[in-house]
């Protein structure tokens, strides 16, 4: 059974009490299982997400020649235990330059990038494309990098961008004519160097890193916050904590996605909640504190009715003190969500929330919003709008202001997704707290959370409890018809 094409959110009508599991981490997943293809021997992902951009890699891999398993989590709907048998950073030859081996990534902006370096340490031709909105998003860092690697990369439309064919073995030469083997041979001992710019993205820089070691490549990370990018992070904490000799690795639920539940909390909030009435001086640091407190059990009592189990505490995800943030103070939350370094897409749920806020909020430093499954900003200041709430875009310094509405100014609206699941995951935990929310395309969520509406309508403790109709015909659907395929 397919999800319909409009879909009707019906608000709660009291707080309830659920926790809720969440799928692995789309990040983590699609490093991991770069890692473990090249890792020696056969390595074991638990926790894995299973969803479109991880099916995306797990198709590409398998393309590419490599044995992969993928089995059932008990716990878990959304999650797989995929076995790779790495090759020690052999990756299995492509086509020729008249017949590359063709690599359909979708609108997988991991898959797209973290494959590219990859295939360089192959011999032969790949082509790598996908979706529309896949070609309109940026590769040129990227390129640029593995260009000055020595290899080869020619985009189609000569934009740098896909679709994009890459040309793995030495530079100048016809790479079909290379085995493996005599690539390696042919490879100087010295190391390669290149620059790459994340000012874009810095899945670019996660990208080369991962593929550093058997490429014998040493990589310089330039751009904004080029030292203290999130992701770039996650990707060497991963490299380091990896079983390359084979063995297993634990994959962690993925805080992006528990974001719409920790907000779904926060939404029907009640007076056991850290607030200002009851703490109108506390700081950050304070509130850090305190919870930190409560999670060592040392007797503070802080409430979270909803709650998402097995909470990531490894620091890899950025988006893991979502909760932190927004259980503080409205002052704290807005200074918070305004630094990029705070949060990544769970930014974009506080910017949904915003006008629940007593007093003007402001989101700076938006720019890369605009260059991922839809442009972002856009989406959001139009479809907030549509649901009565006032919002400003300064375009020019990649900021959003969102006004606090009255009560009763929100009201029913069609939300556009954008083919986005995320625009579409923010618009449905508004549509908890306000009448007549409607969501186009709501299967776009199979990009990395399929069950998502499943979650939102499950009885407490599990789920929320929430009905969802279908909003052209007014049934209610079953659990099985709000799975997205």
Not at 21 to 45: C, D, H, M, Q, Y
Not at 103 to 114: D, E, M, S
Not at 344 to 351: C, E, K, N, P, V
């Amino acid at each position: 059974m397919a999800l319909p094409d409009l879909i009707e959110i019906i608000p709660l009508d009291q707080p309830v009490r659920a926790e809720i599991t969440v799928p692995g981490s789309k990040s983590i997943t699609n490093r991991a299982l770069i890692l473990a293809a090249l890792a020696e021997g056969e390595v074991t992902l638990k926790g894995a997400l299973w969803s479109e951009d991880t099916e995306i890699m797990v198709e590409c891999l398998k393309e590419l020649g490599f044995v992969v398993h993928v089995r059932p989590d008990p716990d878990e709907t959304c999650n797989r235990t995929i076995t790779v048998v790495g090759q020690a950073g052999v990756v299995p030859a492509g086509g020729t330059e008249s017949e590359p081996l063709d690599l359909f990534v979708g609108n997988a902006g991991t898959a797209a990038r973290f494959l590219a370096p990859f295939l360089c340490l192959g011999s032969g031709v790949y082509r790598l494309h996908g979706v529309k909105r896949m070609h309109e998003r940026p590769q040129a860092a990227l390129f640029s990098a593995l260009r000055e690697l020595g290899y080869r990369v020619e985009s189609e439309h000569e934009n740098d961008k896909l679709p994009a064919r890459i040309f793995a073995g030495p530079a100048g030469q016809p790479p079909q004519s290379y085995t493996q083997f005599e690539r390696r041979k042919a490879t100087p001992a010295a190391p390669k160097k290149c620059r790459v710019s994340i000012e874009e993205s810095s899945q670019f820089a996660s990208a080369l890193l991962l593929s550093a070691k058997h490429g014998g490549w040493e990589i310089e990370i330039v751009g904004e916050n080029a030292d203290e990018s999130p992701y770039v992070a996650m990707t060497s904490k991963l490299i380091e904590a990896f079983p390359m000799k084979g063995g297993t690795f634990q994959i962690e639920p993925d805080a992006s996605s528990g974001s719409y539940f920790w907000g779904a909390s926060w939404l029907f909030q009640t007076g056991n909640y850290l607030d200002a009435a009851r703490y109108p001086t506390i700081s950050r640091e304070e509130f850090a504190q305190v919870i930190g407190a409560y999670e060592h059990n040392e007797g503070l009592r802080v409430e979270f009715p909803i709650a998402v189990k097995n909470w990531p505490q490894s620091t890899w995800q950025i988006d893991q003190d979502f909760p932190r943030i927004l259980n503080s103070l409205p002052k704290s939350f807005n200074q918070a969500v305004s630094r990029k370094s705070h949060l990544a897409d769970s930014i974009m749920t506080g910017i949904a929330l915003a006008p629940f806020l007593p007093r003007q909020s402001i989101f700076t430093n938006l720019g890369r919003l605009r260059v991922q499954e839809c442009e972002r900003v856009v989406a959001l200041r139009t479809e907030l709008t549509k649901c009565g709430a006032k919002v400003e875009e300064d375009e020019a310094n990649d900021t959003l202001m969102v006004y606090p509405a009255k009560p009763g100014e929100l009201h029913s609206a069609e939300i556009e997704t954008y083919n986005d699941h995320r625009i579409a995951m923010c618009f449905a935990i508004l549509g908890l707290k306000v009448p007549g929310i409607k969501i186009k395309n709501p299967a776009c969520v199979k990009k990395t959370f399929p069950n998502f509406f499943q979650k939102l309508a499950a009885q407490p403790p599990h789920g929320l409890g929430a009905t969802i109709l279908d909003a052209k015909s007014g049934k209610k659907l079953t659990h099985e018809e709000l799975f997205a395929d």
